[in-house]
């Protein structure tokens, strides 16, 4: 896998940072190499680009042994008085700048990940899986990888989750297979916890995806047993970390109601550690209430990854 920080994620592709409070050193933040080599895109049912849907099975994620290893700083790309920017590659099973950059300057090392088959990363295969990994996988091994590589400047043992959109369904779907991967996870305009829904925002209406979904998996109606274990909701009663949430109740992309059921779902599970912050007239990406929202994320990661 290859990860960068530089690039301005498309609005509705992924967004998951890891970040580890800082020592006396600049934070680390990264990038894929200049000239790296893009491969086409493979679609398959489980690893769609082309929509935030994103279809994992959790006890597969729970089950499997993840290998995240060999961090690299490949090379300085920037550097400022505030912080380091570098190339960073790193092994996962063979548009956030601004959140970045604010968060780099307020003393976390800020990593965010190039999930397969985006950006420089590894292309995997188009062919369908039985029990699928995907992105989830990925943040995973990026914790691993960033805790053995012992980097100098990065307290590893204090780790928080920042993910938006289809990024912050990725951060509850890692969580619900680890749930002690991280001390903390903010989760700004999230998809759905529930694969039904995003099944029926992002699957039900495109012929094509439709068709490609279930054939392998089947429909929310006839395969309900599976969608349940494709849903971080069913097993959210595992997770006693902190949550942040932040929605705007404008969001066309992801409504604002799929994070008050994520919070009911949290809080029923147990989890009395759970904040919805809802934004009026605030779209998916945020526009006057977003250093609102950074300043709020900012405060809470401070508190928990003190």
């Known amino acids: 896998m290859t990860?960068?920080?530089?690039?301005?994620?498309?609005?509705?592709?992924?967004?998951?940072?890891?970040?580890?409070?800082c020592a006396s050193q600049p934070p680390v933040r990264s990038a894929?190499?200049?000239?790296?080599?893009?491969?086409?895109?493979?679609?398959?049912?489980?690893?769609?680009?082309?929509?935030?849907?994103?279809?994992?099975?959790?006890?597969?994620?729970?089950?499997?042994?993840?290998?995240?290893?060999?961090?690299?700083?490949?090379?300085?790309?920037?550097?400022?008085?505030?912080?380091?920017r570098y190339a960073v590659s790193y092994r996962s099973g063979g548009m956030i700048e601004r959140e970045r950059v604010t968060l780099a300057e307020n003393g976390f090392v800020a990593f965010q990940i190039d999930y397969r088959n985006h950006g420089g990363s590894t292309r995997e295969s188009g062919d369908v899986v039985a029990r699928p990994l995907g992105y989830p996988e990925d943040l995973v091994n990026a914790v691993r990888a960033v805790r053995r590589a012992r980097l100098p400047f990065v307290d590893a043992t204090r780790v928080g989750l920042l993910g938006r959109s289809m990024g912050g369904g990725v951060v509850l779907n890692?969580?619900?297979?680890?749930?002690?991967?991280?001390?903390a996870a903010v989760l700004y305009s999230p998809v759905s916890?529930?694969?039904?829904?995003?099944?029926?925002?992002?699957?039900?209406?495109?012929?094509?995806?439709?068709?490609?979904v279930t054939e392998v998996y089947g429909s929310s109606a006839t395969r309900p047993g599976f969608w349940a274990t494709a849903s971080a909701r069913t097993y959210l009663d595992r997770l006693d970390l902190p949550v942040q949430i932040h929605h705007g109740t404008a969001?066309?992309?992801?409504?604002?109601?799929?994070s008050r059921a994520t919070a009911a779902a949290l809080r029923a599970g147990g989890n009395r550690d759970v904040t919805l912050?809802?934004?009026?007239?605030?779209?998916?990406?945020?526009?006057?209430?977003?250093g609102r929202f950074m300043n709020r994320a900012v405060i809470f990661l401070r508190a928990e990854l003190a």
């Open 193 to 212: 916890s529930s694969a039904v829904d995003t099944y029926r925002r992002w699957v039900r209406p495109d012929p094509v995806l439709r068709a490609r």
């Open 32 to 84: 894929t190499p200049a000239g790296a080599r893009v491969a086409p895109v493979l679609l398959g049912a489980h690893n769609d680009t082309s929509t935030p849907f994103n279809l994992v099975s959790v006890p597969a994620l729970t089950r499997h042994r993840y290998d995240g290893r060999a961090l690299r700083l490949d090379r300085v790309l920037t550097r400022t008085l505030a912080f380091t």
């Open 174 to 183: 890692a969580l619900a297979a680890r749930p002690r991967l991280a001390q």
């Open 277 to 290: 912050y809802e934004y009026a007239g605030e779209d998916h990406r945020f526009g006057p209430a977003w």
């Open 251 to 258: 969001d066309d992309v992801c409504p604002v109601r799929w």
């Open 3 to 21: 990860s960068r920080i530089t690039r301005l994620v498309p609005v509705l592709l992924l967004a998951a940072l890891v970040l580890g409070a």
